[in-house]
Antibody, heavy 116, light 108 residues
Framework: EVQLVESGGGLVQPGGSLRLSCAAS????????MNWIRQAPGRGLEWISY????????YYTDSVKGRFTVSRDNAKKSLYLQMNSLRDEDTAVYYC?????????WGQGTVVTVSS | EILVTQSPATLSVSPGERATLSCRAS??????LAWYQQRPGQAPRLLIH???TRATGVPDRFSGSGSGTEFTLTISSLQSEDFAVYYC??????????FGQGTKVEIK
């Protein structure tokens, strides 16, 4: 079964850090580009980061540039998002999703709450 | 950045009826448009890409049309599992590949 499982979310104070993980199974992770997409409470979807299969291309949306870092470990079939200098507006459900520009597989998401 | 606007915000439809959802881009995106379905408490699911190509396993009651700036998702006969929020996403300009704000399809 194809599966993406996020973890690492939680409650963090403004200015704090979190590291999200996404574990893949049931498909060829090493040949798939991956993304992080978030959804703020009651809001729509926002793409935030992309990493190509061999990590040769990495992109971020402007609002997280310099604060978030995406990485992957193909041997462990895992995707990561290091989030630093967190702000209230980063509060959201964070999804990992596969694909290049179109997102064909999604995890169930992990909740990040930034609050004092 | 290309803006994507969906209408209506909420669509009330009876089971078995047809639903028509609209998506408009602020400039031409060719046919680089996708539709996603998000059921309550679940992750989004890709329904359609390239404006009209159904993703694997998507029932044929879902159809997409349009090109340029105007797009439509049609659900021919609503089933109970189709009541959800639907998002369109342009990816002609990617990244970032902007999403619309969503249309909620609710039971009438």
């Amino acid at each position: 079964e194809v599966q993406l499982v996020e973890s690492g979310g939680g409650l963090v104070q403004p200015g704090g850090s979190l590291r999200l993980s996404c574990a893949a199974s049931g498909f060829s992770f090493s040949t798939n580009s991956m993304n992080w997409i978030r959804q703020a409470p009651g809001r729509g979807l926002e793409w935030i980061s992309y990493i190509s299969s061999a990590s040769s291309a990495i992109y971020y949306t402007d609002s997280v540039k310099g604060r978030f870092t995406v990485s992957r470990d193909n041997a462990k079939k895992s995707l990561y998002l290091q989030m630093n200098s967190l702000r209230d507006e980063d509060t959201a459900v964070y999804y990992c999703a596969s694909g290049v520009s179109v997102f064909d597989m999604w995890g169930q998401g992990t909740v990040v709450t930034v609050s004092s | 950045e290309i803006l994507v606007t969906q209408s209506p915000a909420t669509l009330s439809v009876s089971p078995g009826e047809r639903a028509t959802l609209s998506c408009r881009a602020s400039e031409s995106v060719g046919n680089n448009l996708a539709w996603y379905q998000q059921r309550p408490g679940q992750a989004p699911r890709l329904l359609i890409h390239l404006a009209s190509t159904r993703a694997t396993g998507v029932p044929d009651r879902f159809s997409g049309s349009g090109s340029g700036t105007e797009f439509t998702l049609t659900i021919s006969s609503l089933q109970s599992e189709d009541f959800a929020v639907y998002y369109c996403q342009q990816y002609d300009e990617w990244p970032p590949g902007t999403f619309g704000q969503g249309t909620k399809v609710e039971i009438k």
